[in-house]
């Protein structure tokens, strides 16, 4: 019994390979994708983990943060200076923070931080306190306002 191969429409007797109606000519060819996938997946793998390893800290414009230490200070303060700064919960959507990736490469750029993981740690988790604080106080200002 023929039918229409749903990878090249022809009208051939099918094989069900991977959940598809197929012609032997199409499975053939999809075998042989499958082995050449199979047989480049160790490379592809160890390719991902080389490039992880060496990944360079980038800006948000993909420009590599090389930092001076007197640039990296600057970048603290400024970390520390906006996240004060934000006293309700609608000054987290508008304000200019410091990311993440960018308190990273200015703590590792600055040699008299000694740990710096534990730093780093140290900042982000300040930066949470504060932002829990700032949006429970908005949330408990609302319901109180709506009499809850």
């Known amino acids: ?14 094989i069900r390979y991977m959940a598809t ?7 053939q060819t999809e075998m042989n994708a499958q082995k050449q996938i199979d047989d480049t997946a160790h490379e592809r793998v160890e390719e991902l983990r080389s490039t992880t390893r060496h990944a360079t800290l980038l ?3 993909g420009a590599k943060l090389d930092l001076s230490e007197s640039q990296a200070v600057d970048l603290l ?3 520390l200076k906006v996240d004060e700064e934000q006293k309700l919960d609608t000054d987290k959507f508008n304000a200019s923070t410091v990311s993440i990736i960018e308190m990273k490469a200015a703590i590792d750029a ?9 730093e780093l740690f140290t900042r982000l988790q300040a930066r949470f306190d504060h932002d829990t604080e700032i949006i429970f106080k908005s949330r408990q200002i609302t319901c109180n306002l709506m009499g809850f």
């Open 59 to 61: 800006d948000k414009h």
């Open 77 to 79: 303060t400024k970390q």
């Open 110 to 118: 600055i040699p008299s931080i000694e740990n710096k993981t534990f």
């Open 21 to 27: 109606m197929m012609c032997g000519r199409c499975m």
């Open 1 to 14: 019994m023929t039918k229409t191969c749903e990878v090249c429409h022809e009208e051939k007797p099918l």
